[in-house]
């Protein structure tokens, strides 16, 4: 089967695309026909380029352990093992597999079913993006009805799922964008969007935000301080990716120290891979209160460009990759 692959730590140019061996799931595990796969960040920085280093301790060294990549995908149940009982032949799933940027790729349970009558593609672009936000919002924030909240970085693949589940928890919603993501996210619901190439949203009017989502990293805590009511919460998502050894950590951690003395509460977001959460945003999206936003769908053959473009950001929401064909009926 084809898969993508890469041998070594560096740049976007250096994936191929290349014959290896078909998985055999274990007993707890299924065979997926890969349909559609999508592009997060984490592929370019973590798993193509091996930074932060600290992450190599989990990743290799000096060489990658697994010459796989990618993680969400789409695709069709094709065989199964002995002790699966959630899913038959031919069901329609999405989720996380590691190395699914491939043909065909083996997942335990770490996959829900695709809602009806929404596409692989766009089911490809729900994983990471969609989890991460959802419990940015309700587990680390822990957002309630008829709150105020801000979101730095709402055109992004988090921030786009942001604002549409924030929106759907009942909260007042003010997004953070570029002049050219104002409309795709105001569309996506938000009540006041601020074009921070035109206004400082830390030192504008608008104030006294219950929650803060932050996707990008880009200010000091001092700043967004002076935005949040006293028993406010910010949530750290994101951050720069200057310090090679410890990547965004090392701005979580100066965030947290600074905040210490506050009565904000600063949390730090690593998502969890939580399969009940995959079914959550399933129902939201069936029910029509969450879409993916999907900037443009590419061929497999373009992994290296597909890669490039999102890790130097200002993606509208995510790249999927379209891997093979899927329902009969689709073109």
């Known amino acids: 089967m084809k898969a993508v692959v890469r041998e070594r730590y560096g740049a976007p140019d250096g994936v191929r695309i290349a014959d290896v061996a078909m998985p055999v799931p274990e007993a707890n595990e299924v065979l997926l026909r890969v349909i559609a796969c999508s592009v997060n960040p984490y592929d370019y920085h973590v798993a193509l380029h091996g930074v932060p280093y600290v992450a190599r301790l989990e990743g290799g060294i000096t060489r990658p352990r697994t010459h796989r990549v990618g993680f969400d995908f789409a695709g069709i149940v094709e065989a199964g093992g002995t002790e699966v009982t959630r899913f038959r032949l031919g069901d329609e799933v999405y989720g996380f597999a590691a190395g699914?940027?491939?043909e065909y790729v083996c997942a335990g349970d770490t996959i829900a079913r695709i809602p009806p009558g929404i596409s692989f593609e766009e089911a490809a672009a729900v994983p990471t993006a969609g989890i991460t936000a959802l419990q940015a919002l309700r587990d680390k924030g822990r957002l309630r009805a008829n709150q105020k909240v801000l979101?730095?970085?709402?055109?992004?693949?988090?921030?786009t799922f942001a604002v549409q589940i924030a929106k759907a928890f009942g909260a007042e919603v003010t997004a953070v964008c570029s002049t050219r993501n104002v409309d795709l996210v105001r569309s996506l619901g938000a009540d006041h969007v601020i074009?921070?190439?035109r206004a400082d949203f830390t030192l504008g009017p608008q104030r006294h935000y219950d929650l803060m989502i932050d996707n990008i990293g880009n200010r000091r805590w001092s700043e967004y301080k002076r935005l949040l009511t006293d028993d406010a919460t910010c949530v750290l998502v994101g951050g720069p990716k200057t310090n090679r050894w410890l990547g965004p950590m090392s701005y979580w951690l100066k965030t947290r120290i600074a905040s210490l003395r506050a009565t904000q509460k600063v949390e730090v977001l690593i998502a969890r891979m939580d399969p009940q959460d995959l079914q959550t945003l399933a129902e939201m999206i069936e029910s029509r209160a969450l879409h993916a936003v999907v900037e443009r769908v590419v061929a497999l053959d373009e992994v290296a460009d597909a890669l490039a473009a999102v890790g130097h950001g200002h993606v509208q929401g995510k790249i999927v990759m379209a891997v093979s064909r899927g329902?009969?009926?689709?073109?």
Request: glycine share 20%; charged share 15%.
């Open 100 to 102: 699914a940027f491939a």
């Open 151 to 159: 979101i730095n970085g709402a055109a992004g693949g988090v921030g």
């Open 195 to 197: 074009d921070y190439t």
């Open 327 to 331: 329902r009969e009926s689709q073109p």
